[in-house]
Structures are given as C-alpha cells and as structure tokens.
C-alpha cells in the first residue's frame, strides 16, 4: 500500500536518529559519516523550509495550469468545470506517484500535488452536484475524509490524518443534529479510532509505524477532547469572551453539559497518566495543551466571574510546576525518575528553543507602536516596551 | 531492521563504543526520556500569562490600586529577577554560555517585560519624557541587549532587537501615515546595521551563536523595505534591482551557511517582486496564467536544483 517500503521509512528514521545523535554529541562526526554510510538509501531529503516553498511554490503553478485551462476553453461552472476539475485531479494525483516513485521524498512537490489531488476531486464532486443540500455535504465531506486519509496509507502524510478527523467532526454539524448526539457520536466514532490505533501500535515493531502511530493517537485525543469541551467549539464559546457575563441558558446546563465538563477534566487527567506511563511524547505534549485548555476555560464552564488578574495565577502555576518538576527530578539517582530527566538530550529541543527565542521578540510585536500620539487622560495607552505588555493603563 | 537492532549491528561492529551502544539503545527503548522541551514551554507560557495578566489588572484597576502600589509592585519584581540574575548569573564570556539552570532565562525573560510595563506605565502616568517614546524605545533596547549579552539569553536579545527596530521607526503606524520614504530608509539602515552587527560580532567572536537572530530581523527588514519601495512606485523603478541585490546577498549567506530559511526568503521576496512588475504591464487573463506556470515550474527547478547540490539532511 505504502509508496515507500518499511525498510525505506526504517532507514530514513535512523539517518535522522545518527544526525541528532551527532548533533546532540553522543557521537563524534567521524562516527556519523560511518554509520550513515552503513544505513545507504537512494531517497535524500531536503530542508524543511525549502520544502514548505517547494509546496507553495508547486501549488501555485498547477492553479495556474488551472486557471489556464479554465480561461483557454472558457469553462463555467457546471459538469464540463466538474469533469475539467476531475481529470485535474487525476492528473495531479499521477504526478505525485510518479514523482514519489523517483524516489522523492517529503520534498514539498509530490506532497503538493498529492493534497491538490484530494482537493481537485473535492471541488469537481462540489461543481458536479452544484447543491447545497446537507446529504451532498455530507458526501462531500466523506470523499475529503477518505481521501485524506488515503494520502497518509499511500504517502505516510501525518497531515492527511489530521485532515480526515476534522472532516469527520464536521459531518455530524452538517447533518444538524443536536449538540449532544453530535459530541457523542464524534466522541464514540474517534474513541473506536483510538482502539484501533492502539491495536497497531502494539502489534507494530517498526519504530518508524510506532512514531505515527503515535502522532495519531495523539491528534485523536485532541480531538476528542475539542469535542467533548463545548467552550471550544459550539455557540457557548462567546463566553469565553464575556469577562463578566455567564452563559445562563437553562437547556444549556443539563445532564449533558455537566458530563461534559466532568470531561474536560477526566481527558486531560486521563492522558496525561497514559502519556506518563508509555512515556509517549506526542501525547505529553496534547496532554498538557488539554490541561492548559481545561484550566482556561474552567470559570466560564463553572459560569464563575473571571478577574484579570487570573492569567497572572495561570502564569505563576505554570511556572511553579515547571519548576517543581525538575527539581524533583533533578533530585532523583543520576537526575532522572523513573525513566524521565529533565536534562536536554536531543539537540532539536535546542533548535526549537532557540527558534522560538528569536521569534519572539517578533510575537509580541513592535513595541511603543501604539504610543504615539495617545493623549487620553485615562491613560488609554497600548503597547509597552520590548516585552510589548499590551496595556491600556 | 529496527533502530535497536542496527545499534546492536553497529556495536557489534565497532562502530559504536560499548557505552554509547548502552546510552543510544536506552534512548531508543525510552528508557532514558527528557521533558526539558515541555518544561520549557511551560515556562515560557508562565511567563507571558503572567506580564499579560499583570498588564490587564494595571489597566483595569489602575485607580483602585494606586501609582504607588503599581510601582513599587513592579519595581519588586524587576529587583528580584535582575537580583536572581546576577546573583546566580555565571561571569560574563564572549563564548556560548549555558544557563545555570532551568528557570534563569525565563527569570530574566519576566524582569525584562516587567520593565516594559513599568516603564509604559511611568510615561502614561507622568509623561516624563514628554510622550517621547522614541527614549525609552533606545533606553529599553540598550537595557535589553546589555542584559542578553551580558547573561547570553536570546529571548531578551530577540527583544532588544525588536525595540531597536521601534526606535528605528520600523512601526506598523507608519504604514498607514505618509512618511513611507521615511520608512524605507530607517528599514534600510535598520537591517544593513543588524546584518553588520551580526556578521561583525560574529567574526570578533562575541557571542557568535547570536548571529542568526540578528540576521532574521536584518533580512526581514531589508526585505520589507525594498518590496514597499516597489509597491509605491509606479512601474519598473530602482527599487526592483535593490530588492534583487539584496535578494542575490541573503541567497549566497543562507547557501554559504547552510541556512535555508534565508534561501526561501530570497526565493519568496524575487518571485513576490517580479509578479509584481509582470502584473503591472499584463493584463491579459492568459498570459498572467501562463507566466505564472512558468516562472512556477522554473522557480521549482531552480530549487531543486540548489537543494540537490547542496544536499542535506533536514
């Protein structure tokens, strides 16, 4: 099924485990260019900033081949437009396993025109039905998920995943059901998801499946989760909004939407334990987003009165378990507990942290922008400084 | 073959010391797994939730809490964490220096942005330098970059860097204003002394892992300033060959140093400014698309090309 073998996706996962290796300094670069001459594949890849330009690049030539066409022949909407749309599709398809079987690999082109592919099929469905009607959406939405998903079986696209499960969740919303059967329809058909994608990672021994595996469990969660907390994703997240004002709906604070609540604190918990014990990564890092969401949206789930200064109690907890968590491991034999150190290993951690260094200075915007000019006696003022502490005073 | 097996392959071999295969082998069995990444960024979070939180109470309740209790409460958290700093900071060295512990940076990082807060609210409160924001823009840079130096921290230079780019009037209201010849050369000057600096103190050794931040805001700045030259003018103007220089400048450093980012950023800029001028003189629905398919497929061979000769591992 998959364009590139096992043993090719072996291979490359441990090319990229001998860079990090050597970039971290757990071994020299004389070993490296020994142990990557022992692991040879004729696939290479490329830089992920060059590939990210590759794939916009890639996509914007094909429109253009689209446009061109659409303009040369003069196409309306309607079947001709459907057919061109499909037999683009088809083509951009071919192009992607074409280019995938010369051996390119997450270079950003076969990648982009394996996504047009899913989207030029989408849009020739929408161009032949021409109906608004939610049974057509609903097809629509089941040929954008199945495709998606197709480009992750076929490509290994982590991405083609993502896609599919939010094109899931938007069925349920078209079909208008109601709130309830939709989460818990959503909520069951992704919990049968994560059943099956644990029943693959246990029986997987390549490390590689493992890793995506895992990235999946991960995005199901996640989604899940986005599901189960109604603050997120349904008409009472204007309260998150309203510092003051609670949403008070008395169909709104049922049975169902106290379940849910009870929810947005079991997921969490939940994951994190499993995350803890299998020492999955992926899932550490959605467990804490769906921690920090809970605690987020907490007041305006509780319809409690939110202050200003709760982000200051958000920042100091946060700050404060960090720091309890590596004392406590730095504590332990050879400062590591049970299996965890805090200690850096891999040399991509500092990357990231020097990347996000960099930007943000750039993230909190150019400072004293708004300053200029602000004579309002209640010092309605704005942005402060480097740090840009956006504030009116 | 798994990662396990190839590492027992290679020990087996000789390639790996018996002590490395024990450490990668624990590595790829999890046995040994680091949280410094999550810690991280719970600390960063921390600490913007925090100055953001302590930004909007002073807003809101800057009258029930008094100037008094504003300043003096911000003053204490700027004491203590330039306090921590230099107390527990390790000496000054021109080479990287790792921090001695986890929460120093973000400590610092805290102090730095409590300083903005106070000193915005200072000159709302009293306006003492006149509704000059330009001083404390200098003032805050100097103060930034003296700091990130001093204890080799990248997100109070990141913020140096961007007050700097304040002070040199890189502002998004001068967009909007009329002095947009004012902005280009102030963007100009901007970036050419950011890439100078960056190069400059990199060659003398000082802080030479500092380099790529400086070079980030110089590229962008250049970039900006010679694609709003463009966009001003009216027609093919000078502004297309500065922008191409620059261009052909930042394509050679990111090929030379191996840092694509700014190969991608020349590649974007040229094909951002060359449309520009081919839609300006075509207004043919066709020969847009065309010129569009073209300049697309060569742009993606003339990538390709660079990725294959340079040829690297992500």
């Not at chain 1, 022949?73 to 683009?88: E, K, P, W």
């Not at chain 2, 000789?14 to 990444?37: I, K, M, N, T, Y």
Request: charged share 10%; glycine share 10%; net charge positive.
């Amino acid at each position: 099924m998959r364009v590139y073998s096992d043993e090719d996706e072996n291979i490359l996962y441990a090319r990229s485990s001998i860079v990090d290796w050597a970039a971290s300094d757990l071994i020299t670069p004389q070993q490296k260019e020994s142990l990557l001459t022992h692991t040879p594949i004729d696939i290479a890849r490329i830089n992920g900033f060059l590939r990210a330009v590759l794939f916009f690049f890639t996509c914007a030539c094909y429109q253009s081949l689209t446009g061109f066409v659409y303009v040369l022949f003069s196409v309306g909407i309607g079947t001709s437009s459907a057919f061109i749309m499909g037999l683009l599709g088809i083509g951009a398809y071919v192009a992607a396993e074409k280019l995938a079987a010369r051996r390119f690999y997450r270079h950003g082109i076969e990648e982009a025109f394996a996504v047009m592919a899913v989207g030029y099929t989408c849009t020739s469905y929408l161009f032949f039905t021409r109906s608004g009607s939610a049974s057509s959406s609903v097809i629509l939405l089941s040929i954008g998920a199945a495709l998606s998903f197709g480009l992750y079986l076929r490509f290994g696209y982590l991405y083609g995943v993502f896609f599919s499960i939010v094109a899931i969740a938007f069925i349920p919303i078209v079909m208008k059901l109601a709130l309830p059967t939709q989460r818990i329809l959503l909520v069951g058909g992704y919990s049968c998801g994560l059943a099956l994608v644990e029943l693959f990672r246990k029986q997987t021994s390549n490390e590689y499946q493992k890793v995506e595996l895992s990235a999946i469990r991960a995005m199901l969660v996640l989604l899940v989760y986005v599901c189960v907390n109604l603050l997120l994703t349904s008409d009472y997240a204007y309260a998150l909004f309203e510092s003051s004002r609670v949403y008070t709906n008395p169909s709104v604070k049922g049975v169902f939407y106290w379940m849910t609540f009870a929810g947005t604190w079991f997921i969490p918990i939940g994951t994190l334990w499993t995350a803890l014990r299998q020492k999955d990564k992926p899932l550490i890092g959605v467990g804490i987003v769906i921690a920090l969401l809970t605690l987020i949206t907490n007041k305006p789930y509780l319809g409690l009165t939110r202050h200003t200064w709760d982000p200051m109690l958000l920042g100091a907890f946060l700050m404060g378990t960090a720091l309890f968590i590596r004392r406590w491991l730095s504590q332990g034999p050879q400062g590591m507990r049970h299996g965890y150190t805090a200690e850096r290993i891999s040399a991509k951690d500092k990357a990231l942290m020097g990347a996000l260094g960099t930007v943000s200075g750039m993230l909190h915007g150019v400072p004293g922008s708004s300053h200029q000019g602000s004579t309002d006696p209640n010092l309605g003022g704005g942005r402060s400084g480097g740090g840009g502490a956006q504030s009116g005073f | 073959m798994t990662l396990h097996e190839r590492i027992r392959d290679w020990g087996n071999k000789g390639l790996l010391s018996p002590e490395q295969q024990e450490g990668l082998s624990s590595l790829v069995r999890h046995e040994r797994l680091s949280v410094f990444l999550e810690l991280n960024t719970l600390l960063y979070l921390g600490v913007i939730s925090f100055i953001g939180g302590l930004g909007w109470t002073i807003n809101t309740y800057f009258q029930e809490l008094g100037t008094v209790a504003i300043i003096l409460g911000l003053s204490a958290i700027l004491a203590v964490c330039l306090g921590y700093a230099f107390v527990n900071g390790k000496p000054y060295s021109p080479n990287e220096v790792q921090s001695p512990n986890l929460a120093f940076d973000y400590i610092l990082y805290l102090g730095c942005l409590a300083w903005s807060v106070e000193l915005g609210y200072l000159e709302n409160r009293f306006k003492i330098a006149g509704g000059q924001w330009s001083i404390y823009l200098l003032v805050t840079a100097i103060v930034y970059l003296a700091l990130a130096y001093r204890f080799d921290n990248r997100f109070v230079l990141s913020l140096g860097l961007s007050s700097l780019a304040g002070w040199f009037g890189i502002k998004s209201s001068f967009w909007q204003g009329s002095s947009f010849g004012g902005f280009r050369s102030m963007a100009f000057l901007y970036g050419t002394l950011m890439s100078g600096a960056g190069y400059g103190l990199a060659y003398v050794r000082i802080k030479a892992h500092f380099q790529n931040t400086y070079m980030n805001f110089a590229a962008n700045a250049l970039f900006w300033a010679a694609l709003s030259g463009i966009f001003a003018a009216r027609g093919f103007s000078l502004w297309y060959i500065v922008l191409f220089a620059i261009s052909a400048g930042w394509a050679y450093y990111g090929s030379k140093t191996r840092q694509f980012i700014f190969v991608a950023y020349a590649a974007i800029y040229t094909y951002i400014a060359l449309s520009t001028l081919f839609s300006r003189f075509i207004h043919e629905p066709i020969i847009s698309m065309l010129y569009y398919m073209l300049t697309g497929a060569g742009m993606i061979v003339l990538l390709l090309i660079l990725a294959r000769t340079m040829g690297r591992e992500s």
